[in-house]
């Protein structure tokens, strides 16, 4: 039977196989030019990436051998080193580090899959490989996305990662929902997703969170999955929201951009 993280593996060697089919066809303008990510240029993303595949494989392997997280000194090092690096050389080093992270995930056996404990430095408790994996799934996932987007401004996100993260979307909301848009009012929507179909509910106030799907919502939000976690992590401006998007009532799109203003 394959277990959840076999499936988690397997969406991250997918996803990094069609990335790094894109970045070897990257020249040097294309690695200079604008991201999706507000901050980067596209070699940032891949730096981003890259480094984190690094320290992600530092903190596996710290796990195998019984061995404390490496911790932020060992992290603050890799940034730097990767910060210091020329656009071609980012998108170079992000295609090996990522394949050494994968090569890894790829040599463990049912049993380390099954009962490994990783600590990774910045949640309260060491956590499963399907847990550890998923944490790099969105990384991956939504920078994957950022590193397209520069040139195809209809790009969406991975359709293998897409149903394996709407079953995470609990934990984004703390630290990626905002709650001042709404000027101290609250509202509850009906949000209905498809590929794959879902309905969830969305409380607007004090705080941002997912609840039950209301019988009597202020307002609807119907769009594809893959859109509705773009907008969560603020990466469904107007230029990239697909067609297939409808609010009704109280739901409003402009307003939900402000409250998912992503990183």
Known sequence: MTSSADTVIAALRSG???LAAHVRGLREPDLTGASGASEWDVSQVLSHLGSGAEIHLATVEAALE?????????????????????????????????????????????????????????????????????????????????????????????DEAVPLLTGTLGGMFGWLAKSDALD???????????DPDAVHGLRLADKVELVDAPADADGVLRLPAEAW????????????????????????????RQEFRGF
């Open 184 to 194: 101290g009012r609250a509202l509850t929507l009906r949000v209905e997703t498809t």
């Open 229 to 256: 976690l773009r907008l969560i992590v603020g990466r469904l401006s107007p230029q990239h929201t697909p067609a297939a998007v409808e609010t009704a009532g109280a739901a409003d799109l402009a307003v939900l």
């Open 16 to 18: 990094h196989d069609s």
């Open 66 to 158: 019984g061995r404390p997280n490496p911790g932020f000194e060992f992290n603050k090092g890799v940034w730097a080193r990767w910060d210091a690096m020329e656009p071609a050389d980012r998108a170079a080093g992000f295609l090996a580090a990522n394949d050494a992270l994968l090569a890894k995930y790829a040599s463990l056996d049912a049993a380390t899959l099954a009962d490994l404990r990783i600590d990774m430095g910045f949640l309260p408790a060491p956590v499963d490989v399907a847990t550890a994996a998923s944490l790099r799934l969105s990384e991956y996932t939504f920078h994957s996305w950022d590193v397209r987007v520069g040139g195809d401004p209809q790009a969406v996100l991975a």
